[in-house]
């Protein structure tokens, strides 16, 4: 189980009564930091959200269409014009065909992809491939649908895989291996290389690749899109996240797209996890999607002004930082900055000087997280600068 040091575990509840799993299981580290930020008033730069809503255009569009109607229940595997425009979408900007009506299912956020895929393809026993750092609801999700986590860290600071140890992680129980490009926390990307040796490694084994490519538009220094649905087109279920292309993260619209095989198993386990998902909300995005090209590309490149605005106060103040090539992340490393704290001690020690950050101890299922904290800038400039004040004041306060 991720063990982050902040959480307060359950202790009320009575294990034998209760699933395991979640039984065992702290708060999401998301939602600590996010109330001991509100609770301190200190900046919060640990959960990951932007600090300024999406286009108003699109939020209008929603609005409209929910004093508009109909508000009923949309057909299971989302409205048509939705699984249209996603379909269109990825043809224009990622160069991939995909059929609207046999292989894209509409789901309330990636969230809900993540856990209706395992529940379709893993039967218990079923062994599957995760990485660490692990984006933290991986594994729980994977050991409740009865999976057998084969974990594999990767390394900083290009965080791709190692042949050796990716092959010696297969074998005849393989079923599914769960990637996240870009990477969250590490802000890394696979590059094609990587995605076409799992490729390989899945065909020999029959195995199925859950591809987590919610960050695919948020990516930095001209970088472009590598899905695996080009790498592995019949084994690969692709989700996406509505919230992070539009910067709409409380939405919950997720896209899972994949060949009608997987489709149809996926779509039986969603059916009875949400069944569907505001068609307000479908429908609006419908019109996001479509938007042009300079739409994308001025997103990324205000927040790249945000990662490079924070990189730069935190290097004047002698920390050293990881790179970082998508999402809203930007990791410290503590050591090469001259703090001898774990990133939980960190982290404690960061909020009460006013900051909110995530210690990447929340991203391991094992002792021996790297001492790194992850900071979110996808933030106004105010905030991300005095987040790098109060992360200067928390470092001198210690060194
Ligand atoms: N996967 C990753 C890697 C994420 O970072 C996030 C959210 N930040 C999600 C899934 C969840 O996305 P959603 O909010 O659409 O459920
Ligand atoms: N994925 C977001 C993050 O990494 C948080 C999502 C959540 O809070 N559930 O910060």
Redesign the pocket.
């Known amino acids: 189980m991720p063990g982050n040091g902040l959480a307060e575990h359950p202790r009320a509840l009575d294990s034998a009564a209760m699933n395991r799993v979640f039984a065992n299981l702290p708060t999401t580290i998301f939602e600590i930091m996010s109330r001991l930020a509100a609770e301190k008033g200190a900046i919060n730069l640990g959960q ?1 959200f932007p600090e300024d809503d999406g286009p108003a255009d699109v939020r209008e569009r929603a609005a409209r269409a929910m004093i508009e109607g109909p508000n009923q229940y949309p057909p299971m595997r989302g409205l048509p014009v939705l699984r249209e425009a996603v379909a269109e979408h990825y043809r224009v900007h990622q160069n991939i065909d995909l059929d609207w009506r046999r292989e894209i299912t509409i789901t309330s ?3 809900e992809a ?1 856990a209706a895929a395992l529940l379709a393809f893993v039967e218990p026993g079923d062994e599957v491939i995760l990485f660490e750092p692990l ?1 933290d609801a991986y594994l729980p999700m994977v050991q409740r649908a009865g999976g057998v986590p084969r974990i594999v860290r990767l390394e900083p600071p290009h965080w791709r895989f190692d042949t050796e140890k990716l092959a010696a992680a297969f074998n005849a129980k393989t079923r599914v291996v769960m990637i ?1 490009t870009p990477h ?1 926390p590490a802000a890394s990307v696979l590059p094609g290389e990587d995605l076409a040796l799992l490729a390989d490694l899945c065909r020999k084994r029959n195995s199925i690749v859950i591809s ?1 490519e ?1 960050w695919e538009h948020v990516l930095f220094d001209g970088r472009t899109h590598a899905s695996m649905l080009h790498h592995l087109r019949e084994r690969t279920l692709k989700i996406g ?1 509505a ?1 992070k292309m539009f910067s709409l ?1 409380g939405w ?1 619209v ?1 896209f899972a797209c994949g060949a009608p095989a997987l489709t149809e198993a996926f779509a039986r386990a969603h059916q009875f996890l949400t069944f569907t998902t505001p068609p307000g909300l479908q429908a609006a995005i419908a019109y996001g999607l479509g938007k042009e090209r300079a739409y994308f590309e001025t997103m990324r490149a205000e927040f790249q002004r945000g990662r490079d605005r924070l990189d730069s106060a935190l290097r004047q103040e002698g920390f050293a930082t990881l790179p970082a090539q998508g999402a809203y992340f930007l990791s410290i490393d503590l050591a090469a900055s001259g703090i001898a704290l774990s990133s939980e001690e960190f982290a404690r020690h960061a909020i009460e000087h006013g900051v909110a950050t995530i210690p990447y101890s929340a991203f391991y299922a094992s002792p021996g997280a790297p001492n790194l904290v992850r900071l979110c800038f996808a933030k106004r400039d105010g905030t991300l600068d005095r987040g790098a004040e109060a992360l200067a004041k928390a470092k001198r306060a210690f060194s």
């Open positions: 990951g956020g990636a969230t993540l984006y996240n969250n987590d919610v996240s919230g993260t919950k997720g």
